[in-house]
C-alpha cells in the first residue's frame, strides 16, 4: 500500500527549481486545514454569504493554475472545519492562493491550525512503471478522504535497502488487500516538519479502518515515530463545504432533509418539471448526494453533480449535444452513460434513473445497492 520511507544517498537533486525529476515534474501538494472563529456565525446572514461567495471566488481563480479539492472537518474533529487539498506545479501558487484567501471578508475569522507541505516524488519501492505514475496526482471522486502527517524512526534509515524493501513489500500487500482505498503518498523532507503526509480517498471508512489496523501488525509499523493528527475529512464542493459550518438561522439543508428520510429502494420526488428548462441543468440532493438535473430535448438525464476531476459543481456548466461541460476546466460527460469524452477529467460520473410522473421529476440509484431489492 504506502511507499513510506526514503533511500539514503538516492536523492536526487531536483533538475528545475520546481522539480523536475528524471522522467518527469513533480508536484507540490498542501493540505490547509482552516478553522473559523465561532463569533463568525455572530454576523448578519448577509455578511456571512458574502464572505462565502468571495471565498469560492477567491478559489475558483486559481482553477488554470491549481487543482483545489474541497473538503469539510465539520463533527469529525474540534479544531479544524475546511480542508483545502491543493495540487500544483508551483509553490508560488501555493502562496498565491493562501494571499487571497486572507483578503476575503471570511479572513477575519479564519485561522490554519494544520498545514502540511509536501511534493510528489518517485517511490523507490515499487516497480518502476508504478514509481513514474505516483509523479502525479490523481484524486479520486471518493466521498471520504483521511490525511495524516508521517515521520519514521531514525532507526529506519539505518536498515539496509534490502531490509526495508522486503518490509515495504509485506506493507505493499496488506495495502493490496483492500482496493477500494486510494492512497497518495507525497514527501515532505526539509519542506516541512513531517517527513511524509500520506492521504487515502475512499466510499467505505470501513475498509479505510481495517487497513490500517491490519498495517500495525507490519513489521514496518515498528518504525513509526509519528503519524498523528488523523483527520477524518468528507468530500463535498466548496460552497457545500462551507455551508456545513452552519450558523443560528440557517435553514436545514436540503442534503439533511433527504438524508433523513431517504430509502434507497425507493423513488424520490426531487423537483418539479417546471424547474429544469430545455438545455439546463439544476442541482438537487438525492440520498444525501448532489445530482445534476439535465434536460436535452425530450430527454431527462441525472448525474453526479461533482465533477469527477476536481469537484466542480456540474449544474454549472453548459448543455449541448447530449453532453454536460464543467464550468472550471471544460471536461465533458456524456450524459447517458457518464463517461468524460474530453478531459481533464478521466474517470465517469455515477448516473441515475430518472422519470416524469404527476408534475414531477423522481430519481432512483440505477446500480441497485448491494443487498437491497432494485429500485425499478
Ligand atoms: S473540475 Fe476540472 S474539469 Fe471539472
Same mark, same amino acid.
Given at each position: 500500500m504506502s511507499d513510506r520511507g526514503a533511500r539514503r544517498g538516492d536523492s536526487k537533486s531536483p533538475a528545475g527549481g520546481h522539480g523536475d525529476e528524471a522522467g518527469g515534474r513533480r508536484q507540490v501538494v498542501k493540505f490547509s486545514f482552516y478553522r473559523v472563529d465561532p463569533a463568525w456565525r455572530q454576523l448578519p446572514v448577509a455578511d456571512r454569504e458574502a464572505g462565502k461567495d468571495a471565498l469560492v471566488a477567491a478559489v475558483d481563480a486559481f482553477s $488554470?493554475?491549481?487543482?483545489?479539492? +474541497?473538503? &469539510? @472537518? @465539520? $463533527?469529525?474533529?474540534? =479544531? #479544524? =472545519? @475546511?480542508?483545502?487539498?491543493?495540487? %500544483? /506545479?508551483?509553490?508560488? =501558487?501555493?502562496?498565491?492562493?493562501? !494571499?487571497?484567501?486572507?483578503r476575503t471578508p471570511l479572513a477575519p475569522h479564519? &485561522?490554519?491550525?494544520? +498545514?502540511?507541505?509536501?511534493? *510528489?516524488?518517485? &517511490?523507490?519501492?515499487?516497480?518502476?512503471? /508504478? #514509481?513514474?505514475?505516483?509523479l502525479h496526482l490523481h484524486p479520486a471522486? &471518493?466521498?471520504y478522504f483521511f490525511v495524516y502527517p508521517f515521520v519514521k524512526t531514525r532507526e529506519w534509515y539505518q536498515l539496509s535497502l534490502e531490509e526495508r524493501q522486503e518490509m515495504m513489500s509485506g506493507h505493499i500487500t496488506v495495502g493490496r488487500k483492500y482496493p477500494s482505498v486510494k492512497l497518495n503518498t507525497t514527501y515532505s523532507f526539509g519542506l516541512d516538519d513531517q517527513e511524509f503526509v500520506v492521504s487515502f480517498e475512499t466510499d467505505e471508512p470501513a475498509d479505510f479502518l481495517d487497513l490500517v489496523m491490519e498495517l500495525r501488525e507490519a513489521k514496518s509499523s515498528l518504525y513509526t515515530l509519528r503519524d498523528t493528527p488523523i483527520f477524518t475529512c468528507v468530500s463535498l464542493g466548496l460552497r457545500? !463545504?462551507?455551508d456545513t459550518l452552519g450558523a443560528p438561522g440557517d435553514p436545514v439543508s436540503a442534503s439533511q432533509a433527504v438524508g433523513l428520510q431517504f430509502d434507497s429502494d425507493a423513488w424520490q420526488r426531487v423537483a418539479e418539471e417546471s424547474d429544469v428548462a430545455d438545455g439546463a441543468a439544476k442541482m438537487v440532493y438525492f440520498a444525501g448526494e448532489q445530482v445534476a438535473l439535465v434536460r436535452f430535448g425530450e430527454r431527462l438525464y441525472a448525474v453526479a453533480n461533482r465533477c469527477s476531476h476536481a469537484n466542480a459543481s456540474l449544474a454549472d456548466g453548459t448543455v449541448a449535444d447530449g453532453a454536460? !461541460?464543467?464550468?472550471?476546466?471544460?471536461? !465533458?460527460? =456524456?450524459? #447517458?452513460?457518464?463517461?468524460?469524452?474530453? %478531459?481533464?477529467a478521466n474517470r465517469p460520473?455515477? *448516473?441515475? #434513473?430518472?422519470?416524469? /410522473?404527476? %408534475?414531477?421529476i423522481w430519481l432512483a440509484q440505477r446500480t441497485p445497492v448491494p443487498g437491497r431489492k432494485s429500485a425499478s
Open positions: $488554470g493554475r491549481l487543482q483545489v479539492r +474541497s473538503y &469539510s @472537518v @465539520v $463533527g469529525m474533529r474540534g =479544531d #479544524a =472545519d @475546511v480542508l483545502l487539498w491543493q495540487i %500544483g /506545479e508551483r509553490l508560488e =501558487d501555493i502562496q498565491a492562493l493562501a !494571499t487571497e484567501v486572507m479564519l &485561522s490554519m491550525p494544520y +498545514s502540511y507541505l509536501a511534493m *510528489t516524488r518517485k &517511490s523507490q519501492y515499487v516497480s518502476p512503471d /508504478e #514509481a513514474e505514475a505516483r471522486d &471518493s466521498k457545500e !463545504t462551507l454536460l !461541460t464543467c464550468p472550471s476546466h471544460g471536461s !465533458t460527460f =456524456d450524459l #447517458a452513460t457518464g463517461e468524460p469524452s474530453c %478531459g481533464p460520473l455515477m *448516473t441515475y #434513473a430518472v422519470r416524469s /410522473e404527476d %408534475g414531477g
